[in-house]
């Protein structure tokens, strides 16, 4: 169906900055809104952000308002998610997801496919 390959995870310090990619393949012509998740230990999978195909509407978590950014760039097939002001409380595995929906909702059940996750470590 779709796979998604991520990349971009890493150790940063506090006040630092990271850009994730997630690489699309497969039958991507299928794939709608797009989303990023993350998973500290011992918590809920939480979302972080979402976008439309046309990349004209997207949605935050309240945490990552004002310092994360979510586009896309279909020729490529690709997501991103620009992580500026990191926070220790940021950490976490971090997962990209699609749909086969067009509203780029913030529901883990609305998404078919994610992607295998990467570590995000943000030191104090």
């Known amino acids: 169906q779709v796979q998604l390959v991520e990349s971009g995870g890493g150790l940063v310090q506090a006040g630092g900055s990271l850009r994730l990619s997630c690489a699309a393949s497969?039958?991507?012509?299928?794939?709608?809104?797009m989303g990023w998740f993350r998973q500290a230990p011992g918590n809920e999978r939480e979302f972080v952000a979402s976008?439309?195909?046309?990349?004209?509407?997207?949605y935050y978590a309240d945490s990552v308002k004002g310092r994360f950014t979510i586009s896309r760039d279909n020729a490529k097939n690709t997501v991103y998610l620009q992580m500026n002001s990191l926070k220790p409380e940021d950490t976490a595995v971090y997962y990209c997801?699609?749909?086969?929906?067009?509203?780029?909702?913030?529901?883990?059940?609305?998404?078919?496919?994610w992607g295998q996750g990467t570590q995000v470590t943000v030191s104090s």
């Open positions: 997801a699609a749909s086969r929906n067009y509203i780029p909702t913030a529901t883990r059940s609305a998404y078919d496919y």
């Open positions: 497969g039958r991507t012509f299928s794939v709608y809104a």
């Open positions: 976008i439309n195909w046309s990349g004209g509407r997207t």
